[in-house]
């Protein structure tokens, strides 16, 4: 059996496999071992945009609140206030990398409340 040397080993090629190999990149070599093939994941069946405050007038509590309401209030909140806080930031990296959010226009997501299909992946606010 070959053996590979690897710095990072990355298990599984969805979003968060690729986000991860791509921050570990400058620190060393990156080799990611996922199964089937590199587009089977979660990640490349996601359909409807990803739920991030963006919209004027939103607010992180109001995307707490209806996270844990969403959840019937079974999440962790601490989990959801990180999730939220630290969602706008992450969403903005994932468009400089490239990632086909629906813009209105350049670097401002065109934003719904409605879930869509795949073409039209946008962010959508809570
Ligand atoms: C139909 C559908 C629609 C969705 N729509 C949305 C949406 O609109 N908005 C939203 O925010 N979320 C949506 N989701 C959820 C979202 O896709 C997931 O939360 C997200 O993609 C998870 O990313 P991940 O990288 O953690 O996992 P995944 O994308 O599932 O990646 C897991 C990776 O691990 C690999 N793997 C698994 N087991 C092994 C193993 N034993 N050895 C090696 N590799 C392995 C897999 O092959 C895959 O590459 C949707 C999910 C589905 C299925």
Same mark, same amino acid.
């Given at each position: 059996m070959p053996r590979i040397k690897?710095? /990072?080993?990355?298990?599984?090629?969805?979003?968060?496999?690729?986000f991860a190999a791509?921050?570990?990149?400058?620190?060393?070599?990156?080799?990611?071992?996922?199964?089937?093939?590199?587009?089977?994941?979660?990640?490349?069946?996601?359909?409807?945009?990803?739920?991030?405050? /963006?919209?004027e007038g939103d607010k992180l509590e109001d995307h707490v609140r209806d996270t844990l309401e969403a959840g019937a209030w079974l999440?962790?909140?601490?989990?959801?206030?990180?999730?939220?806080e630290e969602g706008p930031p992450l969403v903005k990296e994932l468009l400089n990398y490239g990632v086909p959010f629906n813009l209105e226009a350049p670097g401002k997501f065109d934003l719904s409340r409605n879930i869509l299909i795949r073409q039209r992946t946008r962010s959508i606010t809570s």
């Open positions: 690897t710095d /990072f080993l990355v298990l599984g090629s969805g979003i968060t496999g690729l791509l921050k570990l990149a400058p620190y060393g070599s990156v080799v990611i071992v996922t199964k089937k093939s590199d587009y089977e994941s979660n990640t490349n069946y996601a359909q409807g945009g990803i739920a991030s405050v /963006f919209a999440c962790d909140p601490a989990a959801v206030q990180v999730l939220v």
